[in-house]
């Protein structure tokens, strides 16, 4: 094999592929990237059997064939040449030489008949939905999903389709996520868990243009998205996803409307008096018009106050103060609601088109301490 390609073009595709080795595994070729140059384009390819990405990179291909680089290496060297022209050749014992100026590494790679390809995967009904919108969608779900496996349904995603519209929920068991989002065309009704690792890799190869459309396809066990010249094909976590609907309420007893910049600008403050690992709440006590939020920790207490327009009852409330902040940083409205029952019922954040509703749980706090 003998590939001729600028270095910028070869690290643009060795990055997106790289989201897909795995950092642990007892097969050797998987921790390689495949390079394909058999058919009359240059392919990068890298697959953990979880999750496989491949994008094509433009280049010259002066002798048709394949092999697999150790990834890690692979991707150092190429990170490190000059930006310039790069070859890479291969013989038939699958030395490798990579050229760029006056650079030149000799590695050995392994044969690309061994490497695991990507699942193919029958295209039967495209979901069409821009770069843009999946990218936000996943910003503002992603940060609820649980980041252990001891309930692997937690730590995926759910993405639902109905006609024009997908809806995404994730959860940890403290809190939920949900996003709904209008199509440009209907479907047929559809219910998939998306793993969470999946998800967060699209993120941070997505280039999120609002007028370019990334492709979804579905099957029983695997989702499939393609935009721009690259594939990503991920398994699907199995099982029935929690039943959310009997956890959602538009009952309340109070409502609240206030500032979501003044709101997380004091709950990140407070935060600034609690340590890692603790627990410390912060305290909500809302009255006519008026929010005091306050905490007591190891370091010492905080009170602010901020004004609010109320309906309902007033309600002395406790919150894990990062939960809150993860939820208000991906909110684009200036002004959010807040709806509560009681001190132990959830808490509701949700716009009136419920384009997006978060729910966090309270957690118990001894009010006399407070």
Do not use: W
């Not at 409502?255 to 912060?282: H, M, Q, S």
């Not at 609601?337 to 009136?352: G, Q, S, W």
């Amino acid at each position: 094999m003998k590939i001729i390609c600028s270095k910028s073009n070869l690290l643009y595709g060795v990055n997106i592929v790289s989201k897909a080795v795995p950092t642990r595994t007892t097969m050797a070729i998987l921790e390689c990237i495949l390079i394909d140059a058999s058919a009359g384009e240059i392919k990068l390819t890298a697959n953990d059997m979880e999750l496989g990405i491949e994008t094509k990179i433009e280049g010259e291909i002066e002798e048709r064939g394949i092999i697999a680089l150790d990834a890690k290496v692979f991707s150092d060297i190429v990170r490190k040449l000059p930006d310039n022209e790069v070859v890479i050749e291969t013989d038939s014992s699958f030395k490798t030489t990579i050229t760029c100026e006056k650079a030149k590494f000799n590695i050995i790679g392994k044969s690309g008949e061994d490497f695991s390809y990507i699942p193919y995967i029958e295209r039967n009904e495209e979901i069409s939905i821009s770069q843009f919108t999946l990218k936000e969608v996943i910003r503002q779900t992603i940060f609820s999903i649980a980041d252990n496996d001891n309930n692997k349904l937690m730590t995926g995603e759910l993405f639902e389709i109905n006609e024009n519209s997908l809806k995404v929920v994730s959860l940890d068991g403290h809190r939920i996520s949900i996003r709904n989002i209008e199509l440009k065309n209907n479907y047929e009704h559809k219910k998939v868990v998306v793993p969470g690792k999946t998800l967060q890799e699209i993120s941070k190869i997505l280039p999120g243009n609002a007028d370019e459309d990334v492709s979804m396809y579905l099957s029983d066990n695997h989702i499939v998205f393609e935009f721009g010249n690259t594939t990503v094909v991920s398994r699907l976590i199995e099982g029935e996803y929690f039943k959310i609907e009997q956890m959602l309420s538009s009952d309340y007893e109070t409502k609240v409307k206030i500032n979501k910049r003044e709101l997380l600008d004091c709950i990140d403050r407070a935060t600034l008096l609690v340590k890692e690992g603790d627990k410390k709440p912060i305290i909500m006590n809302i009255t006519d018009d008026k929010m005091e939020l306050k905490i007591n920790s190891f370091i010492g207490s905080m009170n602010e106050e901020i004004d609010i327009t109320k309906d309902g009852k007033d309600i002395l409330i406790g919150f894990n103060p990062k939960f809150f902040i993860d939820a208000l940083r991906v909110i684009d409205e200036e002004e959010v609601t807040l709806y509560m029952v009681n001190p132990k019922a959830p808490c509701f954040i949700r716009d009136e088109n419920e384009t997006f509703i978060y729910l966090i749980l309270p957690v118990n706090f001894n009010a006399t301490a407070n």
